[in-house]
């Protein structure tokens, strides 16, 4: 039987439909029971102070509990790891930070491609580092520093928290960019990077703003300037890198994935909620606490962003010839 001409458009809308329907369905009853918001770090550092008010937003918002599974461990790839071999139902996501896109050129094999198996979700946070030196080192300023290695060569120690890690390709790509030779002396973590330099055992860190903020102020460390683009709010007196190495940013930057093909409408969802959040000035105080300044944007954004940083960061690998432990 041939239908008429009105009743086939009809079916053909009809059918058009049915796909933006069930995404509509299914974004109202996500989500059903609780996520995991996977971490590649050990907790008590900034991926909690990072996380925990985010998931209290988005259980708050969402009706469901999102708790915090930290799964640290090989830099970050065990845990990577968890999620891209997770269902992609939006039931388990990453935090993204800045180690991932090291990661990507870092280690030469990987069960899995960082850009093609995450799908991300909405950028966080930018992170504000600080360029440290003990009070013992003459210079106040970077160009003093710069002067001071290149007429006392390899004399100076470079603290970092690890090998690959966000403070140590910091200190390489000023390295790379300036031409000058420092020793560099892995830890593993910030902490004990930060009590050697404390001692004077290590004369130069490329830290995280939150956990040095307190010795900055009290005169036990010398801020020569922030890694990132623009000045801190925290301490705004002290310069940018850039400001005398142009071109120089090396903050680190947050974010919420999920494995690859998660619905798009859940994917929007929670980057709507989390633009919201970043919004709020709850989250933006907390965020403000250590160092780090909101930064959202769509999944579309992120995932350039995501790019240029894995592109960025490998040339500095590849430049100081860095190999995972």
Not at 71 to 88: D, N, S
Request: proline share 7%; aromatic share 6%.
């Amino acid at each position: 039987m041939r239908l008429p001409r009105r009743a086939v458009l009809h079916l053909v809308a009809g059918a058009c439909a049915l796909p933006a329907a069930s995404r509509f369905a299914r974004a109202q009853t996500y989500p059903a029971r609780t996520v995991r918001i996977v971490t590649t770090f050990p907790a008590g550092g900034t991926s909690d102070m990072l996380t925990r008010p985010l998931a209290q937003w988005l259980q708050e918002r969402l009706g469901q509990s999102f708790v915090i599974e930290n799964r640290p461990g090989a830099g970050g790839t065990i845990g990577t790891e968890v999620v891209v071999r997770a269902a992609p139902d939006g039931y388990t996501l990453l935090l993204i930070a800045g180690a991932h896109m090291v990661n990507a050129t870092l280690y030469r094999r990987l069960n899995y491609n960082f850009i093609r198996d995450i799908a991300p979700i909405a950028s966080i946070s930018r992170e504000t580092g600080v360029m440290l030196v003990h009070p013992s080192v003459a210079a106040q300023s970077v160009p003093e520093l710069i002067a001071h290695v290149r007429a006392n060569p390899g004399k100076l120690n470079m603290a970092s928290s690890g090998i690959g890690s966000t403070s140590h390709v910091a200190g390489e790509l000023f390295k790379m960019m300036t031409g000058v030779n420092v020793i560099h002396v892995p830890y593993r973590g910030s902490p004990p990077a930060l009590t050697d330099l404390l001692a004077g055992q290590v004369q130069l860190y490329f830290a995280n703003l939150g956990g040095s903020l307190g010795h900055i102020r009290a005169g036990r460390l010398r801020a020569l300037a922030v890694i990132t683009a623009t000045r801190s709010e925290a301490l705004p007196d002290v310069p940018t890198v850039g400001e005398f190495v142009p071109g120089y940013e090396a903050s680190s930057v947050w974010g919420l994935g999920a494995p690859r093909h998660t619905p798009t409408d859940i994917v929007d969802l929670l980057n709507k909620e989390i633009n919201a959040a970043l919004a709020d000035p709850r989250i933006k105080g907390r965020f403000a606490d250590w160092g780090g300044t909101p930064l959202p944007g769509s999944p579309a954004e992120f995932g350039k962003l995501i790019a240029d940083e894995t592109e960025k960061w490998a040339k500095v690998v590849n430049f100081a010839g860095i190999k995972a432990e």
